[in-house]
């Protein structure tokens, strides 16, 4: 993810509407990507998950797709609900190295 | 989430003081993490150790120190604490297939 300084970039979306995040990772020799949840006083949720032999992942209803020319990560989330509100991170890792996170994505799903 | 807990929620101490916050986990995985976690700055690693004894420095461990003398316990030691260390604590775990898996986090605040 890219900093914004100290406030969030901020996604709105309708309740019912398609979501995408996304997230621009620095290592070209990661490997492996995760999407993260974290909802207001919570530690961070998996969501799924991507190796780099993959361009696309699917799981209930989100997709990860994954860009590795221009080091591009993206988050689709369908049929947004409010249950979905909260700071999504993404990570990438490379190897057994730990995890490097973005600085994450507010989204605000609108009833 | 059960198998790793963090059982510190909050706390707040005085700057110059020393502080310990545990994880715990009872699963028997190998890899422990400690991040910290502020506003514009997305999840930090601080240390990390990938079995007893072993543990190796993150992006922000200046002002930290770890300890694993057993598999089910990390502890992360502030041995002065001061205000810019006012933070929310994350400890995780790995799970193949899951990613890293996070406690529910420590609000510290250094006064």
């Known amino acids: 993810g890219e900093s914004v300084g100290l406030h969030l970039p901020t996604l709105s979306v309708q309740e019912g509407d398609n979501s995408i995040i996304n997230c621009a990772y620095s290592n070209s020799a990661s490997d492996y990507f995760i999407w993260y949840k974290q909802e207001s006083g919570k530690g961070p949720q998996f969501i799924i998950d991507i190796r780099s032999n993959m361009d696309k992942r699917q799981g209930q209803r989100v997709t990860v797709l994954l860009n590795k020319t221009v080091k591009h990560l993206s988050l689709q989330i369908a049929a947004t609900q409010p249950g979905d509100s909260a700071v999504y991170f993404c990570?990438?890792?490379?190897?057994?190295?730990?995890?490097?996170f973005g600085k994450g994505t507010r989204l605000s799903v609108i009833a | 989430d059960a198998g790793i807990t963090q059982s510190t929620r909050h706390k707040v101490t005085e700057t110059g003081t020393p502080v310990t916050l545990r994880c715990h986990q009872t699963e028997n995985h190998r890899y422990m993490y400690w991040y910290r976690q502020d506003p514009g700055h997305g999840l930090r690693l601080i240390h990390y150790s990938y079995g007893v004894k072993d543990t190796d420095k993150g992006e922000v461990s200046d002002g930290y120190s770890v300890s694993r003398s057993k598999t089910e316990d990390f502890l992360l030691t502030l041995e002065s604490a001061t205000s810019s260390q006012t933070s929310v604590y994350f400890c995780a775990i790995f799970r193949a297939g899951d990613g890293y898996t996070f406690g529910s986090g420590t609000r510290l605040t250094v006064v």
């Open positions: 990570a990438d890792q490379e190897g057994n190295t730990p995890l490097v």
